[in-house]
C-alpha cells in the first residue's frame, strides 16, 4: 500500500500565532505568551477521510498526541492537541499529520510537507544577565550630545513628520518584524520602527517624534530604546543617553517691583521673583559689576540703585537673560499738599512728576537710574555717577556746591525726613540737608565711615553698614555720631521712624532708638529672637521671620509691634507705615496692625509679591492681577502685572506690555507713558 498526500493543512490558533512582519508570509511563529499551553492545532476534515479514520499529529518526523477519531468531526475540524513538550527546542520545527484510513485496511496518508512552527524563547540581544541592557543606546548627532536638542536638529519627512532622529547598532538576534521603540524618561517618544527585509544587521533609524519632546521641553532627560520581537519575549533594551531638550527659547518672567531707598517709612526689602518655562533651571541674581551670585527662584532687592542681572542656566547654559532696571516709580506723601507728588524714571533716563509746580523734576533731568526722597525732596543719581536734587531746599532739594562737586561715582542714596546721604563707589559718604536730621556728618565718625555698603534712615537720623558689619549713626538723637558696637557683625539694617535694627549674619537682632517705636526689645522676646533671617519695619514697629518661619514682633501695637494671633511658616514679610504681612510657602497672607490701614488682609488671595506703601499694602496675585488694602483700596484685574509700586498715596502697576496703571488719592491717568517705562531690558 502506498502513502497518499493529502492537501488540507493545518491551522494553528490565531491567538497563539505572532504578528506577521510587513509584506511577509505567515511562518507560524508562536508567541512566548503560549509556551506552556497544550494549543489545539486544527484539521479540515480531509475529503478522503470516513467513517473509522484516525488523525495524529507529526512534529520533526515523530509522532505525537493522541489519535483522535474522524468520527465526530464529519464536514468540521479535526482538533489536534501540540502539547508544549514538543515546543520545548527553540528553532524551526515541522509539522504535519498522518490520517489511518481504517475504511482502507490501515492506509496512511499525510498532509503536505512543507508545514512548519517557529519556536522562539530569547530577548533581542540575549543577554546574559536579564537585568542588564542588551542593545546598543540610541546614536545622536555630535551637536545634539553637545549642546542640546533644539528644533534646529530636528528633521521632517515627506510626510510632514517631525522628530529628532537616532540610531541603533546591530543587535543579537536581530530579526524581521522586531519593534524598536524609543523612550524618553521611561515614556514612549517614536512611533514603532519595524525592522524591514533587508535590514537585518544594519543600523536602524528610529525617530523621537516632536509631540514627544514639546512635552518634557527644557531640562536634561534620559532617552534609551526597547526592541519588542514578533514573540513577544520581555523587550532587549539599551542604556540611557542624557541629553539636554531645548526647542524654545525659555521664558522669563520677573515678578515683582525694585525696594526703595527712600521716603524712609516704608524703605524695606522687596522681594523679586522670577518665573521660568525651562525645568530643572537654575536662576542666578548678581547685581550689575558684582562677583557675588545667588541661586534662588526669588531674591531680595538690598540695593535697587543698581541693575539687577538675572540670567536662567542649565549645567554651564545660559538659557535666558535679563536686567532689572532700578526703582522705576516713587512719591511723596505729605500732609503739606504742596511736597505731596510723585517722579518716574523713564527707559530713556528722562523723568516724569506729578505734584505742584516745586515738586516737579526740572527738564534738564535725564540719563537718570534712580531717585530717593526726604519728606519734601527729590534726589536722582544719573548713569555717570552724579546726583540732582529738587523740592524743599530745607529737605534735601538744594544741594549746597561744596557738596555738589564730590557729588561723583555715586552708587546709591538714603534719606531721612530732611536729608539725603550718598553713598560713592570707594565706599565713602556725603551728606546734605538738614543737618539736625542727618545732613550734616559729625566729624568724630567721619573717620569711620569707609567701605560703606548700606544706609538706612529714620525721620532725623542715619546708620551706615560697612563691609566689615560695623555700624555708625548720626543725626539728631547722636549730634556727635555714634559707633553702634551691640550691632557689630552686621548683615542688614531696617528701620522705624525713629529706631534701628541690625540683623547679624547669624540671625541676631540688636536694635538702638526710641524704645516706643521698635528700640528696645522685650525682655520675654529677646531669647526668641534667635535664627532670624529677615527683619522689617512698620513707621513705630518691627517683625522678625525666623528660619522656622516663625514671626515676632515688638514696638508700637497699632503699628504691629504685638501679635494678636501666632504666625508661623511664613516665607517672607512686608511691612508698610502702620502695618505687616507675612506670607506663607502657599502665598496666603496674614496680617496685623492698624486694621484700617492694611492690618487686615483679603481673604482667600494667593500672592506672589506684596509691598507696602502708606498706609496700605499692594500684592501681584497668582493670576497675574494686582490690588491693594488699607488706605488706599484698587484693584487691577488684567493678568499681566509685573510689579507694582507705592507712590506716596497712590500705587502703580507696571505690566508686561509696559503700561502703567493707577489707582489712589491722586487719580493718575499715566497712558502718556505707555512703552516709555520697562521693567527689564535685555542682558
Known amino acids: 500500500m502506498g502513502t497518499l498526500t493529502l492537501t488540507e493543512r493545518l491551522e494553528f490558533p490565531e491567538t497563539a500565532l505572532a504578528r506577521l512582519p510587513l509584506g511577509q508570509p505567515a511562518d507560524h511563529l508562536l508567541r512566548t505568551s503560549v509556551r506552556n499551553d497544550t494549543l489545539v492545532v486544527l484539521l479540515p476534515f480531509p475529503t478522503e477521510a470516513t467513517f473509522g479514520d484516525t488523525a495524529q499529529l507529526i512534529v520533526d518526523g515523530n509522532i505525537v498526541g493522541e489519535q483522535v477519531s474522524a468520527d465526530d468531526y464529519i464536514d468540521a475540524k479535526i482538533p489536534l492537541e501540540l502539547l508544549a513538550s514538543e515546543r520545548l527546542v527553540e528553532g524551526e520545527h515541522a509539522i504535519n499529520y498522518q490520517l489511518v484510513l481504517h475504511s482502507g485496511q490501515g492506509q496512511i496518508s499525510i498532509g503536505p510537507s512543507d508545514q512548519r512552527f517557529i519556536v522562539d524563547y530569547t530577548s533581542p540581544g540575549a543577554p546574559v544577565d536579564p537585568q542588564a541592557p542588551s542593545i546598543g543606546s540610541p546614536g545622536f548627532d555630535p551637536g545634539v550630545i553637545e549642546d542640546a536638542v533644539t528644533l534646529a536638529q530636528l528633521t521632517t519627512d515627506a510626510d510632514g513628520h517631525t522628530y529628532l532622529p537616532a540610531t541603533v547598532i546591530p543587535y543579537h538576534g536581530q530579526a524581521i518584524g522586531d519593534v524598536l521603540l524609543g523612550y524618553i524618561d521611561g515614556v514612549v517618544a517614536t512611533d514603532g520602527r519595524e525592522v524591514l527585509a533587508g535590514e537585518v544587521g544594519k543600523i536602524i533609524e528610529v525617530g523621537y ?107 554651564d547654559d545660559i538659557l535666558a537673560q535679563a536686567i532689572l532696571r532700578p526703582g522705576n516709580v516713587t512719591g511723596i506723601y505729605n500732609t503739606d499738599a504742596r511736597w505731596s507728588s510723585g517722579c518716574i524714571v523713564k527707559n530713556d533716563g528722562t523723568l516724569y512728576g506729578w505734584g505742584s509746580t516745586d515738586m516737579r523734576p526740572p527738564v534738564e533731568a535725564s540719563e537718570v537710574v534712580h531717585v530717593a526722597v526726604t519728606r519734601s525732596a527729590y534726589a536722582a543719581i544719573s548713569i555717570q555717577g552724579g546726583v540732582l536734587a529738587w523740592g524743599d531746599p530745607l529737605g534735601g532739594g538744594l544741594i549746597p556746591d561744596d557738596v555738589h562737586a564730590i557729588l561723583q561715582d555715586v552708587v546709591a542714596i538714603a534719606a531721612t525726613g530732611a536729608a539725603f546721604v550718598a553713598i560713592l563707589t570707594k565706599g565713602t559718604v556725603v551728606a546734605w540737608g538738614d543737618p539736625l536730621r542727618g545732613g550734616s556728618i559729625p566729624p568724630t565718625i567721619a573717620t569711620y565711615l569707609h567701605d560703606v555698603v548700606d544706609i538706612v534712615g529714620t525721620d532725623d537720623a542715619f546708620a551706615a553698614r560697612t563691609l566689615g558689619g560695623d555700624v555708625i549713626a548720626w543725626g539728631a538723637p547722636w549730634p556727635y555720631g555714634m559707633h553702634v558696637k551691640g550691632a557689630a557683625g552686621s548683615a542688614a539694617l531696617a528701620a522705624t521712624d525713629h529706631a534701628f535694627a541690625s540683623l547679624s549674619a547669624d540671625g541676631k537682632v540688636f536694635t538702638w532708638g526710641d524704645p516706643d517705636e521698635g528700640g528696645r526689645i ?112 484698587g484693584r487691577y484685574d488684567q493678568s499681566d502685572a509685573v510689579a507694582v509700586y507705592s507712590a506716596g498715596p497712590d500705587f502703580v502697576v507696571l505690566t508686561e506690555q509696559n503700561r502703567l496703571v493707577s489707582w489712589g488719592v491722586s487719580s493718575l491717568d499715566l497712558s502718556i507713558l505707555d512703552s516709555q517705562v520697562g521693567h527689564t531690558t535685555s542682558a
Open 209 to 315: 517624534t516632536l509631540a514627544a519632546l514639546e512635552v518634557v521641553d527644557g531640562g536634561r532627560h534620559a532617552f534609551h530604546v526597547e526592541v519588542v520581537d514578533r514573540a513577544e519575549n520581555p523587550p532587549g533594551f539599551s542604556d540611557p543617553v542624557e541629553l539636554m531638550i531645548r526647542l524654545r527659547k525659555p521664558r522669563l518672567k520677573i515678578v515683582g517691583s525694585r525696594s526703595k531707598s527712600a521716603p524712609f517709612y516704608h524703605v524695606n526689602a522687596s522681594r523679586i521673583v522670577a518665573e521660568v518655562d525651562a525645568v530643572g533651571a537654575n536662576i542666578e541674581w548678581k547685581y550689575a559689576g558684582a562677583s557675588a551670585l545667588q541661586t534662588s527662584p526669588f531674591f531680595t532687592d538690598i540695593h535697587p540703585a543698581l541693575a539687577l542681572e538675572v540670567t536662567i542656566r542649565e549645567d
Open 522 to 633: 522685650p525682655d520675654d522676646l529677646a531669647p526668641r529672637l534667635t535664627g532670624v533671617i529677615q527683619v522689617v519695619a512698620s513707621s513705630r514697629a518691627f517683625a522678625a521671620l525666623r528660619s522656622d518661619g516663625d514671626v515676632l514682633a515688638w514696638g508700637d501695637p497699632r503699628f504691629g509691634g504685638q501679635m494678636p494671633f501666632p504666625v508661623t511658616q511664613a516665607e517672607y514679610l512686608a511691612g508698610s507705615t502702620t502695618a505687616f504681612v507675612a506670607v506663607d510657602r502657599d502665598g496666603l497672607p496674614s496680617a496685623w496692625g492698624d486694621p484700617d490701614e492694611g492690618g487686615t488682609p483679603p481673604s482667600d488671595q494667593v500672592m506672589k509679591v506684596v509691598v507696602g506703601g502708606y498706609g496700605s499694602f499692594a500684592a501681584i496675585l497668582a493670576d497675574g492681577s494686582a490690588m491693594s488694602w488699607g488706605r488706599t483700596h
